[in-house]
């Protein structure tokens, strides 16, 4: 088993030990772990949202690395980040990330035209075809940042907090946009994250399986498997549910990521 999603309590919203998590996840028999903490730098240009503690980069990458060599015999731990995508917030990422050589970098839409996606407010003045289609109009904007990163973080996010009365992100209502995303995903090696955080979805995991088979069809053949756990307890969960449903459209690997580089993981 991996984790390519994780959070410990270098980000925020999380209160976990990261050498807890590293020790659960062997007690679990995995191989390898991503700590990827929220690097939310594009809530800097919003000001609503200062109360919001920044990640401190240099804490984060140098305790990690610790924690990575004191276990290599055990797990092989993968030091990430999470990146909140916006695109003022390109230059900051661009200039603080080149200083760390992180394994991993997710580039995640947690905003959408300066508002949170989380916030039932966003979803109050839009209709769900504005709400969804602005979303996916993000990702599609993320994918041409400028700083490098790996993994298109949990597409479908929009869904979790939505207040519409079918969530559902239909691929039918944003076809050409969802083909542009997987196509330009492709064409850079972007990796799809399946993430196994789907609350408030009705999903077992996002992207919907519409998403997913597209990508496939489409040449797609990097795959990530996150959990997105902010608690030991759901580290890797519903790896198993999801390995068994990506055999069974025909993938045969997920990826882990070392220095950048994906490392085939036969399901
Ligand atoms: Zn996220
Ligand atoms: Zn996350």
Same mark, same amino acid.
């Given at each position: ?21 590293i ?8 191989e ?13 240009f ?6 919001i ?17 004191e ?12 990146c ?12 603080n ?11 995640s ?7 949170d ?16 289609n602005?979303?996916? %109009?993000?990702?599609?904007e993320?994918?041409?940042c ?10 479908g ?32 090696? %972007? ?13 077992d995991?996002?992207p919907?399986k ?7 069809q ?35 690997y997920?990826? %882990?990521?070392?220095?950048? %580089? ?6």
């Amino acid at each position: 088993m991996i984790d390519t999603h994780t959070h410990c309590n270098h980000s925020h919203d999380s209160t976990q030990d990261p050498r807890d998590m590293i020790e659960n996840a062997i007690s679990l028999g995995m191989e390898y772990l991503a700590i990827t903490d929220h690097y939310d730098g594009e809530l800097t240009f919003l000001p609503e949202f200062d109360y919001i503690p920044q990640i401190d980069l240099e804490r984060h990458f140098s305790e990690l690395n610790l924690l990575k060599e004191e276990y290599k015999d055990k797990i092989q731990v993968g030091v990430g980040i999470e990146c909140g995508y916006m695109k003022e917030a390109n230059d900051l990422y661009l200039k603080n990330l080149a200083k760390y050589d992180f394994d991993f970098t997710i580039n995640s839409i947690h905003t959408i035209e300066y508002e949170d996606c989380y916030m039932k407010s966003y979803f109050d003045k839009r209709t769900k075809f504005e709400a969804y289609n602005a979303y996916l %109009k993000a990702v599609r904007e993320s994918l041409d940042c400028s700083y490098h990163y790996d993994s298109v973080g949990h597409i479908g996010y929009v869904m979790r907090k939505s207040t519409y009365s079918d969530p559902m992100l239909y691929s039918d209502d944003h076809k050409d946009l969802i083909d542009d995303i997987l196509k330009t995903m492709i064409y850079k090696g %972007k990796a799809l994250e399946i993430n196994s955080q789907s609350k408030g979805t009705g999903l077992d995991f996002l992207p919907t399986k519409e998403i997913i088979v597209r990508y496939k069809q489409l040449g797609g053949q990097l795959i990530t498997f996150g959990s997105d756990a902010h608690t030991i307890n759901r580290i890797a969960e519903k790896y198993a549910l999801v390995a068994d449903y990506l055999k069974s459209i025909g993938f045969e690997y997920v990826f %882990k990521y070392l220095s950048h %580089k994906p490392v085939a993981v036969k399901l």
